[in-house]
């Protein structure tokens, strides 16, 4: 008898969620039996949830906001990303029902950058927009990449200087700063522009970008625009990339390549990820 695969995705709130597209895809495109739900779990409802998931067979399952970091307290064992910033996004639950935690956001963030941007931000420099919980994975990413300064911009530098510390202390090697958006009127000089921040997503500021159009045109020729904002796929910030003849990813990506190694931490499968970025933009049309 074939294994039919019981996968979820927990978090709060949850309703515009695409991983249960994302990843039924995956499994049609390996011929695997299986489902994905969409499991809203409230902050004082993670340990029922987590013994449910436990008791009800499932295989796996994806952690999001807000509970990346608290799902730290109750894995058996951590992959070096993981370990590394402190972040899971990825769970497997092993026949004796451990738990094994991932972080995929710093694969599915490098993945989709094109090799010779790769190298051209080797040693230079990068601007994050924001500092919440997606930071640690884009700076993990950055540093990996091999940018040697990272400045941070934050709309409230007092609350956000507790982030950037940890951030310096995994990563002591690459300058790393932390500026206010009052000061954000010039990018010359920076090689990648990342916006970890939800402004322009849909419903929160849907239409807006956290950059002004006069600060993307002072970026060099030669940079890089990355949104990980997914909805809408062309976001206010892309189309001033686009104006500006800047070459860019959207969040769209990011989110199917995690999607993907998550899959084969799952299944040890590696899954068609234009079937699943198909799927995604089928949904979000």
């Given at each position: 008898?074939?294994q039919?695969?019981?996968?979820?995705?927990?978090?709060?709130?949850?309703?515009?969620?695409?991983?249960?597209?994302?990843?039924?895809?995956?499994?049609?495109?390996?011929?695997?039996?299986?489902?994905?739900?969409?499991?809203p779990?409230?902050?004082?409802?993670?340990?029922?949830?987590?013994?449910?998931?436990?008791?009800?067979?499932?295989n796996?399952?994806?952690?999001?906001?807000?509970?990346?970091?608290?799902?730290?307290?109750?894995?058996?064992?951590?992959d070096?990303?993981?370990?590394l910033?402190?972040?899971?996004?990825?769970v497997?639950?092993t026949?004796?029902?451990?738990?094994?935690?991932?972080n995929?956001?710093?694969?599915?963030?490098?993945?989709?950058?094109?090799?010779?941007v790769?190298?051209?931000?080797?040693?230079?420099?990068?601007v994050?927009?924001?500092?919440g919980?997606?930071?640690?994975?884009?700076?993990?990413g950055?540093?990996s990449?091999?940018?040697?300064?990272?400045?941070?911009?934050?709309?409230?530098?007092?609350?956000?200087?507790?982030?950037?510390?940890?951030?310096?202390?995994?990563?002591?090697?690459?300058?790393?700063?932390?500026?206010?958006?009052?000061?954000?009127?010039?990018?010359?000089?920076?090689?990648?522009l990342?916006?970890?921040?939800?402004?322009?997503?849909?419903?929160?500021?849907?239409?807006?970008?956290?950059?002004?159009?006069?600060?993307?045109?002072?970026?060099d020729?030669?940079?890089?625009?990355?949104?990980?904002?997914?909805?809408?796929?062309?976001?206010?910030l892309i189309?001033?990339?686009?104006?500006?003849?800047?070459?860019y990813?959207?969040?769209?990506?990011?989110?199917?390549?995690?999607?993907?190694?998550?899959?084969?931490i799952?299944?040890?499968?590696?899954?068609?990820?234009?079937?699943?970025?198909?799927?995604?933009?089928?949904?979000?049309?």
């Amino acid at each position: 008898m074939s294994q039919v695969y019981k996968f979820a995705v927990i978090g709060y709130p949850l309703s515009h969620s695409l991983s249960k597209v994302i990843h039924e895809a995956a499994l049609k495109s390996c011929n695997l039996e299986g489902s994905y739900d969409i499991l809203p779990t409230e902050p004082e409802n993670l340990v029922h949830r987590i013994k449910r998931l436990k008791v009800e067979g499932y295989n796996g399952f994806n952690v999001t906001i807000p509970h990346k970091v608290p799902i730290t307290l109750f894995l058996s064992k951590f992959d070096t990303n993981a370990d590394l910033i402190g972040s899971v996004n990825t769970v497997k639950i092993t026949e004796d029902k451990n738990l094994e935690g991932s972080n995929t956001d710093i694969y599915g963030f490098v993945k989709p950058i094109p090799d010779d941007v790769k190298e051209n931000i080797r040693d230079r420099n990068a601007v994050v927009l924001g500092t919440g919980g997606a930071a640690r994975a884009i700076c993990a990413g950055l540093v990996s990449l091999g940018v040697s300064t990272i400045t941070f911009y934050s709309r409230n530098v007092i609350d956000s200087h507790a982030h950037v510390e940890i951030l310096r202390q995994k990563f002591p090697k690459v300058k790393i700063e932390l500026k206010p958006y009052t000061l954000l009127d010039t990018l010359k000089g920076q090689k990648i522009l990342v916006n970890t921040t939800p402004v322009g997503m849909k419903n929160f500021l849907e239409g807006v970008s956290p950059v002004d159009f006069e600060a993307i045109k002072t970026l060099d020729d030669d940079a890089f625009v990355y949104d990980i904002v997914y909805n809408p796929v062309k976001t206010r910030l892309i189309k001033y990339a686009q104006d500006c003849n800047k070459r860019y990813v959207g969040g769209l990506d990011m989110l199917v390549y995690q999607a993907q190694k998550a899959f084969e931490i799952w299944t040890g499968q590696v899954p068609d990820v234009a079937a699943m970025k198909i799927a995604a933009l089928e949904s979000l049309a």
